[in-house]
């Protein structure tokens, strides 16, 4: 499933964190015993595999995947085929469950679940912290997007995708002006907001994001500490448009 996508920026000081901790409720019973990104996909695959794949190509070598629900079979998979990494030369990929750290929960939203890490992120010390969701199907260079995201010195940088409105509304909707800065975000809005001459489409959010490690400290503090979802799309992006340089990045298909 590797093939390398070519050098195009620097990969070395950024700590890739995989959410590898969902019920996958919508893919019963397939997740009956496992967890989304767990499940089989083409034989000997898994979904987990797509974004893992991903990570290798763009040389991203520093991985921890936070694990949660039924995750016994997910910890064997990564352990048993993704074997791959130099630990003499600082190249890991942990499998890290919640560790209770911070407070007794379990993660409480996805931004809690970073939150609950930030113990391990400090550990490594990275200039950029890149987010994604283990349980997605695509082939991605997030080289391109670290590049992007230094490029206009942004604190937080947000892949996205065109979508249709009806798949939009059960996604991030994002607005941006002409540089591509975000200037709105909606999670999950009743009438997504269409994209400026197409009517029928919306830029929706991916998932993925590459902040400044300063910057997801702070703003995981500060949510920790209010009453809210602890969630990304729902909490931390909206309130982030007002004080932070915040970009987004368009998914590019290195299929084609």
């Given at each position: 499933?590797?093939?390398?996508?070519?050098?195009?920026?620097?990969?070395?000081?950024?700590?890739?964190?995989?959410?590898?901790?969902?019920?996958?409720?919508r893919?019963?019973?397939?997740?009956?015993?496992?967890?989304?990104?767990?499940?089989?996909?083409?034989?000997?695959?898994?979904?987990?595999?797509?974004?893992?794949?991903?990570?290798?190509?763009?040389?991203?070598?520093?991985?921890?995947?936070?694990?949660?629900?039924?995750s016994?079979?997910?910890?064997?998979?990564?352990?048993?085929?993704?074997?791959?990494?130099?630990?003499?030369?600082?190249?890991?990929?942990?499998?890290?469950?919640?560790?209770?750290?911070?407070?007794?929960?379990?993660?409480?939203?996805?931004?809690?679940?970073?939150?609950?890490?930030?113990?391990?992120?400090?550990?490594?010390?990275p200039?950029?912290?890149?987010?994604?969701?283990?349980?997605?199907?695509?082939?991605?260079?997030?080289?391109?997007?670290?590049?992007?995201?230094?490029?206009?010195?942004?604190d937080?940088?947000?892949?996205?995708?065109?979508?249709?409105?009806?798949?939009?509304?059960?996604?991030?909707?994002?607005?941006?002006?002409?540089?591509?800065?975000v200037?709105?975000?909606?999670?999950?809005?009743?009438?997504?907001?269409?994209?400026?001459?197409?009517?029928?489409?919306?830029?929706?959010?991916?998932?993925?994001?590459?902040?400044?490690?300063?910057?997801?400290?702070?703003?995981?503090?500060?949510?920790?500490?209010?009453?809210?979802?602890?969630?990304?799309?729902?909490?931390?992006?909206?309130?982030?448009?007002?004080?932070?340089?915040?970009?987004?990045?368009?998914?590019?298909?290195?299929n084609?």
């Amino acid at each position: 499933m590797s093939q390398g996508f070519g050098a195009d920026a620097c990969m070395d000081n950024v700590l890739t964190l995989l959410l590898a901790g969902g019920a996958g409720d919508r893919l019963n019973p397939l997740t009956r015993n496992r967890a989304k990104p767990a499940v089989p996909f083409g034989g000997r695959y898994r979904i987990i595999d797509f974004t893992l794949s991903n990570c290798i190509n763009s040389r991203c070598r520093k991985i921890q995947v936070l694990i949660q629900y039924k995750s016994h079979s997910l910890v064997r998979h990564i352990r048993e085929g993704w074997d791959l990494m130099h630990q003499e030369l600082g190249e890991f990929i942990d499998i890290i469950p919640p560790q209770q750290r911070i407070n007794d929960n379990w993660y409480l939203g996805t931004a809690d679940a970073i939150y609950q890490n930030l113990y391990s992120i400090d550990q490594n010390a990275p200039r950029e912290v890149l987010i994604l969701a283990a349980d997605h199907i695509y082939k991605m260079n997030y080289q391109k997007m670290l590049k992007h995201h230094r490029t206009v010195e942004a604190d937080l940088t947000i892949g996205a995708i065109e979508m249709p409105l009806d798949a939009a509304r059960s996604l991030g909707v994002l607005g941006i002006d002409n540089d591509d800065r975000v200037v709105n975000f909606e999670e999950k809005p009743d009438h997504p907001m269409a994209l400026p001459g197409n009517p029928e489409r919306a830029l929706c959010s991916m998932g993925i994001y590459v902040f400044n490690t300063d910057v997801l400290r702070q703003v995981l503090q500060e949510d920790a500490a209010s009453s809210s979802n602890h969630d990304f799309g729902k909490d931390i992006i909206p309130k982030m448009l007002e004080r932070y340089s915040v970009y987004c990045h368009s998914f590019v298909d290195e299929n084609n």
